[in-house]
């Protein structure tokens, strides 16, 4: 299991102060749609560290649009990027087909159910529970070619006999009390359980006092939880 560090800091220069301030320990980085639309400086500075870099865009839109955009994406020689599922089978279809002609070839993450829903909320837009339209989108992505999934710590544990060797990517993370928009949150041993490969964490190292104590902490855990 790694850490992936979502890098949600207002600006880029906050977000490399971050970064810098952990040097030494292994993580990721994940880049939200806010940091990657002030350009593409902050995926510069992540690449000259040689830091792996996931572009969560949850790309939705008409498939011609898509593909371009996974192009383009590819050509910046990121590693991972996201796009939703709920664009449907023709935009996943061309998506895949687009990086598979790219010299460089990220992996396609595919955003299943937002970890800000709960099952109220899911059922009124898909009118299916979590888990049963976690696994339709999960088998979906699977036929289409992507590499891997993004899901909460709930789902996964079910998943890998869909997925086999794809990856299962899961923010949400959390541990006490914390409490915010990330309603299907779990802790990290769970999600070691459940057989997560990427463990997405945000606000509770950035927003924290020490960060670089919490992120080793994290990696204790992640190394030590049986």
């Avoid at 649009?65 to 996974?70: C, D, E, N, R, S």
């Avoid at 997560?196 to 080793?216: A, F, H, M, N």
């Amino acid at each position: 299991m790694k850490l992936s560090l979502a890098l949600d800091l207002p600006s880029a220069k906050q977000n490399i102060e971050l970064v810098d301030l952990l040097d030494g320990l292994e993580f990721s980085a994940k880049i939200n749609i806010n940091s990657f639309l002030d350009g593409t400086y902050l995926l510069t500075e992540l690449q000259k560290r040689n830091i792996e870099v996931c572009v969560d865009l949850n790309l939705i839109d008409i498939p011609s649009v898509m593909a371009k955009t996974a192009t383009k994406l590819a050509n910046l020689n990121v590693e991972m990027f996201t796009i939703s599922m709920m664009a449907g089978d023709h935009a996943i279809d061309q998506v895949v087909n687009a990086v598979d002609k790219c010299y460089f070839r990220p992996k396609i993450i595919t955003s299943t159910v937002l970890t800000s829903l709960n099952e109220d909320m899911c059922y009124k837009i898909f009118g299916m529970d979590i888990q049963d339209k976690v696994e339709s989108f999960v088998a979906d992505s699977v036929r289409a070619g992507c590499d891997g999934i993004m899901c909460s710590v709930h789902e996964a544990g079910n998943l890998k006999p869909l997925i086999k060797d794809k990856i299962i990517c899961c923010p949400g993370i959390r541990w006490g009390d914390q409490l915010d928009d990330q309603i299907r949150s779990a802790s990290i041993e769970l999600a070691k359980a459940n057989g997560v490969d990427y463990i997405v964490v945000g606000r509770p190292i950035y927003q924290s006092k020490d960060p670089r104590t919490t992120v080793e902490n994290i990696i204790k855990k992640m190394l030590f939880t049986t």
